[in-house]
T-cell receptor, first 112, second 115 residues
Framework: GNSVTQMEGPVTLSEEAFLTINCTYTATGYPSLFWYVQYPGEGLQLLLKATKADDKGSNKGFEATYRKETTSFHLEKGSVQVSDSAVYFCALRENYGQNFVFGPGTRLSVLP | NAGVTQTPKFQVLKTGQSMTLQCAQDMNHEYMSWYRQDPGMGLRLIHYSVGAGITDQGEVPNGYNVSRSTTEDFPLRLLSAAPSQTSVYFC??????????????FGPGTRLTVL
C-alpha cells in the first residue's frame, strides 16, 4: 500500500538557520505530493504541492522538489523564522484517486 | 466564504455515550473526509464521501458512522464512545478539477476526550 515516511522530530533550530525535513514515499502509481503545516491549535493548511516528477513546489520561502528516482519530497527553507514553528506533514495522493496518505508529522521549533 | 467549519471545538464524553461531530463546507466540494490525529501517528482516515449519498470506509472506521445527505454537510457519529476514541478530529473537503482530485481544505478540529 501507499505510505509516507518523515524524519522524526522534534527539530529545534535557531532563527535564520537552514531547514531540511526529509520525506520519502511508497506508492504504486504516480502520486501528487504535498506539504501541509499545522500551527498550534489549528487545522492543517496546504503549504505547497507538486503533481509530477521534477516539479518544484514553493510557498513562503519553503521549497520541495518531486524526485521520482529517490521517491522523495524533502522540504527546505533557507532561513527559518520563529513564526515557522509548527508541525509539518508530508502527504501523497494517487493521481485520479481520492484519498490522502499522511506522514506522522515533524515538529519544528525555531528559537530566537 | 467560511471554508470548512466544525462543531464543537471541544467535547468531553463518558464511556458509552454517543454524539455527533458536525462538519460543513461552503465550497461546493464533492469530496469530504474525516481524520483522527493522534500523537506520533499523523492523520488517519476514518470515513470519506465522494458526493451526496455516497460514503466509504477509510483506515480506521470502527466505532464511527457517517452519512452524506447534502453536498455541504458530513457529520461523524460516535455510537458508543470509548477511551480509545480520545483524539483530535479533523474534517476536510476537496474539489475535482479535470478529473483529478485537488488538495484538501481542513477544518479547525474537534478535541474529544472520553473518560
Amino acid at each position: 500500500g501507499n505510505s509516507v515516511t518523515q524524519m522524526e522530530g522534534p527539530v529545534t533550530l535557531s532563527e535564520e538557520a537552514f531547514l531540511t525535513i526529509n520525506c520519502t514515499y511508497t506508492a504504486t502509481g504516480y502520486p501528487s505530493l504535498f506539504w501541509y503545516v499545522q500551527y498550534p491549535g489549528e487545522g492543517l493548511q496546504l503549504l505547497l504541492k507538486a503533481t509530477k516528477a521534477d516539479d518544484k513546489g514553493s510557498n513562503k520561502g519553503f521549497e520541495a522538489t518531486y524526485r521520482k528516482e529517490t521517491t522523495s519530497f524533502h522540504l527546505e527553507k533557507g532561513s527559518v523564522q520563529v513564526s515557522d514553528s509548527a508541525v509539518y506533514f508530508c502527504a501523497l495522493r494517487e493521481n485520479y484517486g481520492q484519498n490522502f496518505v499522511f506522514g506522522p508529522g515533524t515538529r519544528l521549533s525555531v528559537l530566537p | 466564504n467560511a471554508g470548512v467549519t466544525q462543531t464543537p471545538k471541544f467535547q468531553v464524553l463518558k464511556t458509552g455515550q454517543s454524539m455527533t461531530l458536525q462538519c460543513a463546507q461552503d465550497m461546493n466540494h464533492e469530496y469530504m473526509s474525516w481524520y483522527r490525529q493522534d500523537p506520533g501517528m499523523g492523520l488517519r482516515l476514518i470515513h470519506y464521501s465522494v458526493g451526496a449519498g455516497i460514503t466509504d470506509q477509510g483506515e480506521v472506521p470502527n466505532g464511527y458512522n457517517v452519512s452524506r445527505s447534502t453536498t455541504e454537510d458530513f457529520p461523524l457519529r460516535l455510537l458508543s464512545a470509548a477511551p480509545s476514541q480520545t483524539s483530535v478530529y479533523f474534517c476536510a473537503s476537496g474539489g475535482v478539477q479535470a478529473g483529478s482530485y485537488n488538495e484538501q481544505f481542513f477544518g479547525p478540529g474537534t478535541r474529544l476526550t472520553v473518560l
